[in-house]
């Protein structure tokens, strides 16, 4: 049987964009892609990229602070949010725009339409064409989870943290993940007054305890209210804006819900189930580890898996979909040791096991240091850095480091690279150290703090 395209792949995201490029441009596949959004999908549209930026315009007012503390005249005069939105939707305009030229030099054909699965090859697009191909690939990542309480209505999702018409006066935010603690921070720093509900004990769990101890000892100290142990059971209008009940029994008044409530998998309405496509219990597509699913010509890849939520892995995992299917080359996505950064103020980054991980599965020491950066200390702030190495007593490898620094992302990203090529606490220690920046302490760090 002929198809009309080798390959069609559902989603415009980076899972779906990095599959169809490799497969036509250096697979030689006749690749259809469909997009029903605007094509970059999460991370460039509403997620990682507006969001990164808006982190930038967040931290300005604390780095003039610093800039007078140095002896510059300098006042932050009013934030235009309407100028940095506009600004900052031309600039997902280009990225979109460069996304669509990659695509096309691939030879890749776009679809901006939703599409759905008809059979095990076919596939149905809005606009009423129907396509048939060899493979088919999901890459619809994910969508934000609303909680069902009464007046959840009145909140907002991420997805619509972009697009506000003015910035509010007093937002909270429903959550403790990664997008609660990035947009409180955010909020903050443009000069809302935020609080943070989280129903946990602490934010930021699976991260390690001692570095989101940390984080959320420095959100609070810079102002931000986070009231952990408390969930919202409902909202209402009020004269103010919107009255906020919760579980504590307090009744509070915002004008601004953000619900960072987690995301879930966009994959029903598709036609999935009919087909036979294995989903678990969360709603993921479940796939083997070369991101096939249980029909053969059906593939997926990124958020709609659930397996590590984040970008760079989408695009790996779209990359060894398209060398596997296409390029004859049989590769498996590698999720060991990820590193991940958290862009709060102060920043995480983090790879490897937490402190509690590591002591469930191996005798480990534990070397951690916490001090005043200099750059801040000058100026007489506050704020401490925190940096953690959890190594294998028996192996005397790294498994894992933890960063609360500024530009802890940018730290981590460099010391993964060790990490994940098996280095020992003794390669760390024969490094020399880079004088004086932070980072030189994950070289410095002599005597574990405890063992465990
Ligand atoms: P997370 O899973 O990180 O956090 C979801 C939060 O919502 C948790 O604190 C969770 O609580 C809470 N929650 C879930 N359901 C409810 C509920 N019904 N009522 C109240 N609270 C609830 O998801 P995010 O949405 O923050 O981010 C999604 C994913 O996107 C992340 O896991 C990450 O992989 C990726 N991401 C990565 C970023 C980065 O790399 N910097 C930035 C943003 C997102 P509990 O802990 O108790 O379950």
Known sequence: MTFDYDLFVIGGGSGGVRAARIAAAEGGARVGLAEESRMGGTCVIRGCVPKKLMVFASGFPADLDLARAYGWDVTAGAFDWPRFRTTLEGELDRLEGAYRSTLANAGVTMHDARAVLEDAHTVRLATGETFTAAHILIATGGHPFRPDIPGAELGVTSNEMFHLPALPKHALVVGGGYIASEFACILHGLGVKTTQYYRGAQILRGFDDEARGHVSTAMQERGITIRCGTDLIHLEKS?????????????????????????????????????????????????????????????????????????????????????????????????????????TQPEMGAIGLTEEAAREQEPIEVYATSFRPMKTAFAGRTDRVMMKLIVSQGSRRVLGCHIVAPDAGEMIQLAAIAIKMGATKEDFDRTVAVHPTMAEELVTLRKPIRRA
């Open 239 to 343: 004269p103010g804006g919107i009255c906020a009940k919760a579980t504590d029994g307090s009744q509070h008044e915002f004008d601004l819900v953000l619900f960072a409530t987690g995301r879930v998998p966009n994959s029903t309405g598709i036609g999935l189930q009919t087909l036979g496509v294995q989903m678990g219990r969360r709603g993921q597509i479940v796939v083997d580890d070369y991101s096939q699913t249980a029909v053969p010509s059906i593939f997926a890849v990124g958020d709609v898996t659930d397996r590590i939520n984040l970008t760079p892995v989408a695009i790996r995992e779209g990359h060894a979909f398209a060398d596997t299917v296409f390029r004859g080359i049989p590769t498996k996505a590698d999720h060991d040791l990820v590193a991940s950064a958290v862009f």
